[in-house]
């Protein structure tokens, strides 16, 4: 009985995953086939980098490699920095105000971002920041979804280390990098992989943000090669792979880290 439902448990994993994994083997094989043999089964002679090639000679694909790369490390820096220290402060320190304070960061999960999309490019372009690196990193170095998991996380941690570092001669703030930031290890990667895609596939705001072609972030400027290669989708899913492959490397890097980081980031309020 028991070996019936491991194999029964196996087979639906490996359904699963197939399901995942299906499409992407389709956008590998179809990047990789003349516009011809799209949507068949193409013989081996065929495959090559020949899609690859024509984008990269086409577009300024390494200008928008580069932005998307400046964007997406300093946002993040900023949001560990931030969600780290807030979320600390939010679990382990005492004052007046802190549940309102967090209620209120609740409340912002809450309210769509699309709401807040028109006066958000009404501040960046009247601070001259349109078009720039700038103006879609300062609006997003503080992430609510971030702080709430950090705080949440530290509350996992117990008041008595806290207590012990304080009773040996640490103030809250020495205590945070000699005993809590040791043991946010993964925090730090849960964090630093959901900023990291949740950045690196951003569309909307640069999309509204952004007007010059060679200020464009990946996923903006992919999208005017799907644009302009609607018909040819062979192209289009060698856009998709070159946006995807950094994301997929970082979590198969971290996703130990990761798993860890999601099931104890959520275990006391």
């Known amino acids: 009985m028991k070996i019936f439902k491991k194999t029964l448990i196996y087979a639906l994993m490996i359904a699963l995953a197939l399901v995942f994994l299906v499409p992407l083997g389709y956008a590998v094989i179809t990047s990789l086939v003349p516009f011809e043999y799209v949507n068949k089964i193409p013989p081996l002679e065929v495959l090559s980098l020949r899609n690859y090639i024509k984008i990269f000679e086409q577009y300024p694909i390494m200008d928008w490699f580069k932005n998307s790369i ?39 999960l809450m309210i769509p971002f699309q709401v807040l999309l028109t006066p958000l490019y009404i501040m960046v372009a009247g601070l001259g920041w349109h078009s720039t690196n700038i103006g879609l990193i300062v609006p997003f170095l503080v992430s609510g979804l971030s702080i709430f998991m950090a705080r949440q996380f ?23 990098f000699h005993i809590s930031l040791p043991l946010s290890g993964p925090l730090v990667v849960t964090l630093a992989i959901l900023d990291f895609t949740s950045c690196w596939n951003a569309y909307l705001v640069p999309s509204t943000f952004l007007a010059k072609n060679t200020a464009f972030t990946l996923p903006v400027g992919l999208a005017t090669i799907k644009a302009a290669n609607f018909i040819r989708p062979n192209e289009t899913m060698a856009g998709v792979l070159i946006l995807s492959l950094p994301v997929i490397i970082v979590f198969l890097i971290l996703q130990r880290q990761f798993i860890e980081g999601i099931a104890t980031s959520g275990l006391k309020g």
């Open 70 to 108: 400046i964007v997406a490390v300093f946002t993040l820096a900023g949001n560990l920095v931030t969600s780290l220290l807030a979320g600390y402060a939010l679990a382990k320190f005492k004052f007046r105000g802190r549940e309102a304070v967090f209620n209120l960061i609740l409340v912002q």
């Open 154 to 176: 530290y509350k996992t941690i117990p008041d008595e280390l806290i207590e012990a570092a304080r009773v040996d001669g640490l103030g809250y703030i020495r205590s945070f």
